[in-house]
């Protein structure tokens, strides 16, 4: 059974750090990519970054690029996402997801496979 699991979320202050986890298990396809995406009260998800863990290309959201880092290690078949300088619209529950395309434009339409999501909640 695919799974992809979050870890790392919690309570930050503004201007603070935070690395979440996604670690996946079961995808029916190997060369599958790894997206970001993150879904703010009364907001829709949107997608904030991700990595072809093939060629190791990465896209960010520009309203993170610069602040949040994506990693991967493909033997632990464990992918990251470091975030700094955190502001109080970063807010949201995160979920990591496999699927097809890493693309600039990230978008949930390449996406088949979802963690449950952690909650980030970036406190003044």
């Known amino acids: 059974e695919e799974q992809l699991v979050e870890s790392g979320g919690g309570w930050v202050p503004v201007g603070g750090s935070l690395r979440l986890s996604c670690a996946a298990s079961?995808?029916?396809?190997?060369?599958?990519?790894i997206g970001w995406f993150r879904q703010a009260p009364g907001k829709e998800r949107e997608g904030i970054s991700c990595?072809?863990?093939?060629?190791?290309?990465?896209f960010y959201k520009d309203s993170v690029n610069g602040r949040f880092t994506i990693s991967s290690d493909n033997a632990k078949n464990t992918t990251y996402l470091q975030m700094k300088n955190l502001k109080l619209e970063d807010t949201g529950v995160y979920y990591c997801?496999?699927?097809?395309?890493?693309?600039?434009?990230?978008?949930?339409?390449?996406?088949?496979?979802w963690g449950q999501g952690t909650q980030v909640q970036v406190s003044s």
């Open positions: 997801a496999a699927g097809a395309a890493c693309l600039e434009t990230i978008t949930s339409a390449w996406y088949g496979y």
């Open positions: 079961g995808i029916p396809f190997d060369d599958y990519v």
């Open positions: 990595i072809n863990r093939n060629d190791g290309r990465t």
